[in-house]
């Protein structure tokens, strides 16, 4: 029987122990980290819209897509990029207004960062670090500055490239071509030196020093500079640390294992691949200026330089949380070893302020040992033959892109394939041996091996069975991590690369929008709920597999978690399969998928909806097949059983109103799902309700003995007992808090409820969206892993109006018409800003807004609008502001075309009001006047009381003095 890693270290949670002594929490490991979703071809601003449908459907992290632009002809009149991002053009240029991204602009990017982190969830950006976007020779390309950042080692006059030509910092070819690195038995293949589908090589060896995002012109280290690209720019200070700041020194402990040189393919030379084998080395980084970005100074640094400068600022200002590494068998391994696992040690800050090495994974398509041996760096279960500090050091993994092809290899088989094939296809089992979640990032389809599509065109939506959604069931509920693709379809695309489809119901309806299907957000949450302990395989052929998840108790004792049951079939029916458990005799276990109780799935109640372990601790388990006993197809070909947990039901006391589901006409990718309830006062409660998870029980003793809870990212002492009640080193509810305002279990007592409640300061929370998570536990022996509900809600705290304003151009020149004015949002709750010319009086002005004076958002916080109809003299301009919840503000704006007879806006604002006056006093009596405005306002030859008096009165509509 194979047994899976031991884990010898074991942390206690904090414990909140009442007048029976239950402990908070049980022991714990980390085996099984919330799984990732895969998240593409979604604008960063529809991502933020839709947080709370991610955050209830239970996902940890998320891996998005390349956030930097693609290649977009400088002379176009378009200069937003449509670039799916995998050909990058400028890695510090994550879009502006008027020059974005496919995905939208450096704001709206880091504004879904802070809305995933308020969510709880770690963020991984797709990163390229192998090429630049497509080899472009001509004279034209180089005179227009070439690629930023990257020396082409330019000629004087200027010429064309040609394979033999000097490229800098990029790879060149031979009197034959270019080299390439996508067919292995190809006269020019060069693994780590030719173009990947044409796109321009990066010879990270390279060693030309520049300042390569210059500040000021006349530097001789100064990159080369063309038309429109690598200019001296002041704004590029930015993009540098602050030596006044000081720098980290990082102790890298180098690395090696058994992997040596090799030529790839039949050329040797620069085609060779290293050993891996890089010594210790000392590495400096500097520190970046939050508080003052300007007082970044550059420096001279080479190509690989500038790509470490790109992530340490992607960490440490975009605060990004890891990293996808594409192509990384492309890429020699001594820049991972010897510099790039250096730039990010210890250079993420967790929720409760530690700093830690973000995780990253790469895409290595190779075999299973090439990678290990070569890219992994991270402790695993390898003894021999590697450095163990070397891997202690790293936090780099590879995707399990073998594991995930035998997977697709089965869903693909119609029932004829086998699982045995799948087990020995899995990365994890390379290390040790064993399939413990040690190494490799597990999935089964992804942007390059989708569901349908070719890459050429917008792929078709798949089928269920495309979807293979019993292959995610075995996925999501094994050890280790694990991804669930969704590509969200809302970037237009008319040519160039299209990521492939993934699962339209990742986010837990159809690929409309429009219907609900938890299939796999069920799958999900169970990995969450149950999914401790190590995997221990009980059945496997070639149809069915049947693991169980269980905790070592110590002498060879297990104590069982969850028992999961997978069937590849497409014929009718069901498979019964008797197996051993490690639970109790008699342990009463439950279906947590929902199959079993799915009339679709099982029209003859067929499938157990509960078992009983019998006496000598087997259990029969009826695995249902993809079509129902009626042959009908239902592609839920999976169970779960584990023993009963709570039931309950979550609310916010103190919440009246809800933010509506968004109505159809919202595009599906942004449409969002789920009601949000709406607090407005100072204060609310979380208030969970249990019931027993059994509802047969004739006790309680199996009921919830406890309940925690978390708002965002968690490590704040809401509970007001004076700490946080359960800390980082607890790896099932880190920054959770205990119940304090009522905490009344069930477990063992008399009770048909459980009742936790907790009273909230809302004055704590900033206005906008914020997210519950409230975990009730089953009551276990001290000695087993935690088996819990969790119940999930997002909340809107509305306590204050949205705040905005408009930028008053004022005065404009005479005869000017038309004018495009611009508004700023000043917090993050502001949904929509309507402008409005020369309103009709009314007692309402907000009851004015509507679809046709709509103002356009621009970018995360700035708004504009094309105002027809000015005239000579005094115009107004209404601005109305709105949040999600319907709360709006109005303002009136005073706008002169031609000179104004006075300016009652004395201190240059925007806004005439009561601030211009109190501005007015202080400059009278001797104060700063920054606006420069006259303070004799009624031009009467003296500053005193009475230009007081007459700005009030033209504040107040009189006419001017």
Same mark, same amino acid.
């Given at each position: 029987?194979?047994?899976?890693m031991?884990?010898?270290?074991?942390?206690?949670?904090?414990?909140?122990?009442?007048a029976?002594?239950?402990?908070?929490?049980a022991?714990?490991?980390?085996?099984?980290?919330?799984?990732?979703?895969?998240?593409?071809?979604?604008?960063?601003?529809?991502?933020?819209?839709?947080?709370?449908d991610?955050?209830?459907?239970?996902?940890?992290?998320?891996?998005?897509?390349?956030?930097?632009?693609?290649y977009?002809d400088?002379?176009?009149?378009?200069?937003n990029?449509?670039? +799916?991002?995998?050909d990058? &053009?400028?890695r &510090?240029?994550?879009?502006k207004?008027?020059?974005?991204?496919?995905?939208?602009?450096?704001?709206?990017?880091?504004?879904?960062?802070?809305?995933?982190?308020?969510?709880?969830?770690?963020?991984?950006?797709?990163?390229?670090?192998?090429?630049?976007?497509?080899r472009?020779?001509?004279?034209?390309?180089q005179?227009?500055?070439?690629?930023?950042? &990257?020396?082409?080692?330019?000629?004087?006059?200027?010429?064309?490239?040609?394979?033999?030509?000097?490229?800098?910092? $990029?790879?060149?070819?031979?009197?034959?071509?270019?080299?390439?690195?996508?067919?292995?038995?190809g006269?020019?293949?060069c693994?780590?030196?030719?173009?990947? @589908? +044409?796109? /321009?090589? !990066?010879?990270?060896?390279?060693?030309f020093?520049?300042?390569?995002?210059p500040t000021?012109?006349?530097?001789?280290?100064?990159?080369? %500079?063309?038309?429109? $690209?690598?200019?001296?720019?002041?704004?590029?200070?930015?993009?540098?640390?602050?030596p006044?700041?000081g720098? =980290?020194?990082?102790n890298?402990?180098?690395?090696? #294992?058994?992997?040596?040189?090799?030529?790839?393919?039949?050329?040797?030379?620069? /085609?060779?691949?290293?050993?891996?084998?890089?010594?210790?080395?000392?590495?400096?980084?500097?520190?970046?200026?939050?508080?003052?970005p300007?007082?970044?100074?550059?420096?001279?640094e080479?190509a690989?330089?500038?790509?470490?400068?790109?992530?340490q600022?992607?960490?440490?200002?975009?605060?990004?949380?890891?990293?996808?590494?594409?192509?990384?068998?492309?890429?020699p391994?001594?820049? &991972?070893?010897?510099?790039?696992?250096?730039?990010?040690?210890?250079?993420?800050?967790?929720?409760?302020?530690r700093?830690v090495?973000?995780? #990253?994974?790469?895409?290595?398509? =190779?075999?299973?040992?090439f990678?290990?041996?070569?890219? !992994?760096?991270k402790?695993?279960?390898?003894?021999?033959?590697?450095?163990?500090a070397g891997?202690?050091?790293?936090?780099?993994?590879?995707l399990?892109?073998?594991?995930?092809?035998?997977?697709?290899d089965?869903?693909n088989?119609?029932?004829?394939?086998?699982?045995?094939?799948?087990?020995?296809?899995?990365?994890?089992?390379?290390?040790?041996?064993?399939?413990?979640?040690?190494?490799?990032?597990?999935?089964v389809?992804?942007?390059?091996? %989708?569901?349908?599509?070719?890459?050429?065109?917008?792929?078709?939506?798949?089928t269920?069975?495309?979807?293979?959604?019993?292959?995610?069931?075995?996925?999501?509920?094994?050890p280790?991590?694990s991804?669930?693709?969704h590509?969200?379809?809302?970037?237009?695309?008319?040519?160039?690369f299209?990521?492939?489809?993934?699962?339209?119901v990742?986010?837990?309806?159809?690929?409309?929008?429009?219907?609900?299907?938890?299939v796999?957000?069920? *799958?999900?949450?169970?990995?969450?709920? *149950?999914?401790?302990?190590?995997?221990q395989?009980?059945?496997?052929?070639?149809?069915v597999?049947?693991?169980?998840r269980?905790?070592?108790?110590?002498?060879?004792?297990?104590?069982?978690?969850?028992?999961v049951?997978?069937?590849?079939?497409?014929?009718?029916?069901?498979?019964?399969?008797?197996v051993?458990?490690?639970?109790? +005799?008699?342990?009463?276990?439950?279906?947590y998928?929902?199959?079993?109780?799915?009339?679709?799935?099982?029209?003859?109640?067929?499938?157990?909806?509960t078992?009983?372990?019998?006496?000598?601790?087997?259990?029969?388990?009826?695995?249902?097949?993809?079509?129902?006993?009626?042959?009908?197809?239902?592609?839920k070909?999976? @169970?779960?059983?584990?023993?009963?947990i709570?039931?309950?039901?979550?609310?916010?006391g103190?919440?009246a109103?809800?933010?509506?589901?968004?109505?159809?006409?919202?595009?599906p990718?942004?449409?969002?799902?789920?009601?949000?309830p709406?607090v407005?006062?100072?204060?609310?409660?979380?208030?969970?309700?249990?019931?027993?998870?059994?509802?047969?029980?004739?006790?309680?003793?199996?009921?919830?003995?406890?309940?925690?809870?978390r708002?965002?990212?968690?490590?704040?002492?809401?509970n007001?007992?004076?700490?946080v009640?359960?800390?980082?080193?607890?790896?099932?509810?880190?920054?959770?808090?205990?119940?304090?305002?009522?905490?009344?279990?069930?477990?063992?007592?008399?009770?048909?409820?459980?009742?936790?409640?907790?009273?909230?300061?809302?004055?704590?929370?900033?206005?906008?969206?914020?997210?519950?998570?409230?975990?009730?536990?089953?009551?276990?022996?001290?000695n087993?892993?935690?088996?819990?509900?969790?119940?999930?809600?997002?909340?809107?705290?509305?306590?204050a109006?949205?705040?905005?304003?408009?930028?008053?151009?004022?005065p404009?020149?005479?005869?000017?018409v038309?004018?495009?004015?611009?508004?700023?949002?000043l917090d993050?709750?502001?949904?929509?800003?309507?402008?409005?010319?020369?309103?009709?009086?009314? #007692?309402?002005?907000l009851?004015?807004a509507?679809?046709?004076?709509?103002?356009?958002?621009?970018?995360?916080?700035d708004?504009?609008?094309?105002?027809?109809?000015?005239?000579a003299?005094?115009?107004?301009?209404l601005?109305?502001?709105?949040?999600?919840?319907?709360?709006?503000?109005?303002?009136?704006?005073t706008?002169?075309?031609g000179?104004?007879?006075?300016?009652?806006?004395?201190?240059?604002?925007?806004?005439?009001d009561q601030?211009?006056?109190?501005?007015?006093?202080?400059?009278?009596?001797?104060?700063?006047?920054?606006?420069?405005?006259?303070?004799?306002?009624?031009?009467?030859?003296?500053?005193?009381?009475?230009?007081?008096?007459?700005?009030?009165?033209?504040?107040?509509?009189?006419?001017?003095p």
């Amino acid at each position: 029987m194979e047994f899976a890693m031991r884990k010898t270290t074991w942390l206690m949670a904090a414990a909140f122990v009442t007048a029976i002594g239950a402990p908070a929490l049980a022991q714990i490991s980390n085996e099984s980290p919330a799984p990732t979703l895969q998240w593409f071809e979604c604008p960063w601003a529809d991502m933020e819209h839709r947080m709370s449908d991610y955050f209830l459907a239970g996902y940890g992290s998320v891996w998005v897509p390349p956030v930097s632009r693609g290649y977009q002809d400088p002379t176009a009149s378009n200069q937003n990029s449509s670039s +799916a991002g995998y050909d990058v &053009f400028d890695r &510090f240029d994550l879009g502006k207004p008027g020059a974005t991204t496919a995905f939208g602009t450096e704001a709206t990017f880091d504004a879904v960062v802070a809305e995933f982190h308020r969510a709880g969830t770690e963020v991984y950006i797709d990163t390229i670090l192998n090429h630049n976007s497509t080899r472009q020779t001509s004279v034209q390309f180089q005179q227009n500055g070439g690629y930023p950042g &990257f020396w082409m080692a330019p000629t004087t006059p200027i010429t064309s490239k040609f394979p033999t030509s000097n490229w800098g910092d $990029f790879h060149k070819g031979t009197t034959t071509g270019y080299y390439e690195s996508e067919d292995p038995g190809g006269a020019l293949y060069c693994l780590q030196g030719g173009d990947l @589908v +044409a796109l /321009c090589d !990066i010879d990270q060896a390279s060693n030309f020093m520049f300042i390569r995002q210059p500040t000021v012109a006349g530097n001789p280290q100064n990159l080369p %500079g063309g038309t429109y $690209f690598n200019n001296p720019n002041p704004d590029n200070a930015r993009f540098y640390p602050d030596p006044t700041l000081g720098t =980290d020194t990082i102790n890298n402990p180098g690395m090696f #294992s058994g992997a040596g040189s090799y030529v790839a393919g039949v050329n040797s030379g620069q /085609c060779t691949v290293p050993a891996r084998s890089v010594a210790a080395s000392q590495f400096t980084a500097g520190r970046f200026n939050l508080a003052n970005p300007s007082a970044g100074v550059p420096v001279a640094e080479n190509a690989t330089g500038y790509l470490l400068r790109w992530t340490q600022w992607m960490l440490d200002v975009h605060h990004v949380d890891g990293f996808r590494l594409d192509a990384i068998k492309h890429i020699p391994g001594w820049f &991972f070893d010897g510099f790039w696992d250096a730039a990010v040690y210890n250079r993420r800050v967790t929720p409760d302020g530690r700093l830690v090495t973000p995780f #990253s994974f790469g895409e290595s398509v =190779d075999s299973n040992d090439f990678g290990f041996d070569r890219y !992994i760096r991270k402790p695993n279960g390898r003894t021999s033959g590697r450095s163990t500090a070397g891997d202690a050091f790293g936090n780099r993994d590879l995707l399990d892109l073998n594991g995930a092809g035998a997977l697709r290899d089965l869903v693909n088989a119609n029932g004829l394939g086998s699982w045995n094939n799948v087990l020995g296809a899995m990365m994890d089992n390379t290390d040790d041996g064993f399939l413990n979640g040690s190494i490799g990032v597990a999935h089964v389809y992804s942007h390059d091996n %989708g569901t349908t599509g070719d890459g050429n065109s917008y792929p078709p939506t798949p089928t269920n069975k495309q979807q293979g959604w019993f292959a995610h069931a075995f996925m999501l509920m094994r050890p280790g991590h694990s991804v669930v693709y969704h590509n969200a379809r809302g970037i237009a695309r008319s040519g160039g690369f299209f990521p492939r489809q993934g699962l339209p119901v990742a986010l837990g309806v159809d690929g409309n929008n429009t219907t609900p299907n938890p299939v796999i957000t069920n *799958l999900v949450q169970l990995n969450n709920e *149950l999914g401790r302990g190590e995997y221990q395989p009980r059945w496997v052929d070639g149809d069915v597999i049947i693991y169980e998840r269980s905790t070592p108790l110590g002498g060879g004792a297990y104590s069982a978690n969850c028992i999961v049951g997978v069937n590849d079939r497409f014929d009718s029916g069901y498979d019964s399969r008797t197996v051993q458990t490690t639970f109790p +005799a008699g342990t009463k276990l439950f279906e947590y998928t929902g199959n079993a109780t799915d009339a679709t799935v099982d029209p003859n109640n067929d499938i157990f909806d509960t078992i009983t372990v019998a006496a000598n601790g087997t259990a029969t388990i009826r695995v249902p097949r993809n079509l129902n006993a009626n042959g009908v197809e239902h592609d839920k070909s999976f @169970v779960v059983y584990a023993p009963a947990i709570p039931s309950g039901s979550l609310a916010i006391g103190g919440s009246a109103t809800s933010i509506a589901p968004d109505p159809a006409s919202v595009p599906p990718w942004r449409r969002r799902r789920n009601a949000v309830p709406i607090v407005t006062g100072d204060s609310f409660e979380i208030q969970l309700t249990t019931t027993n998870g059994d509802p047969t029980a004739v006790n309680n003793n199996n009921a919830d003995d406890n309940a925690l809870f978390r708002i965002d990212g968690g490590f704040t002492d809401w509970n007001g007992n004076g700490s946080v009640d359960v800390g980082y080193q607890n790896d099932v509810a880190p920054g959770y808090e205990n119940f304090v305002t009522q905490r009344q279990p069930l477990y063992n007592s008399s009770n048909t409820q459980g009742i936790y409640r907790q009273t909230i300061d809302a004055s704590q929370l900033d206005d906008g969206m914020h997210y519950i998570s409230v975990l009730a536990f089953r009551h276990r022996n001290a000695n087993e892993a935690p088996i819990f509900r969790e119940f999930r809600t997002a909340v809107y705290v509305d306590r204050a109006n949205p705040q905005a304003t408009m930028i008053n151009p004022s005065p404009l020149p005479l005869g000017t018409v038309q004018y495009q004015f611009s508004a700023k949002a000043l917090d993050r709750t502001v949904s929509r800003i309507h402008l409005i010319l020369n309103p009709a009086n009314t #007692s309402n002005p907000l009851s004015l807004a509507t679809n046709s004076n709509l103002a356009t958002q621009n970018d995360r916080f700035d708004w504009s609008r094309v105002l027809t109809g000015l005239a000579a003299g005094p115009n107004t301009v209404l601005l109305c502001a709105f949040e999600d919840s319907g709360r709006g503000i109005y303002q009136y704006y005073t706008v002169f075309v031609g000179t104004p007879p006075c300016d009652p806006d004395v201190n240059q604002d925007g806004v005439t009001d009561q601030g211009d006056v109190d501005y007015l006093i202080n400059v009278i009596a001797g104060g700063p006047n920054p606006s420069g405005i006259d303070p004799d306002f009624n031009q009467d030859g003296v500053a005193d009381q009475g230009d007081i008096d007459s700005l009030i009165n033209v504040i107040a509509g009189g006419d001017c003095p």
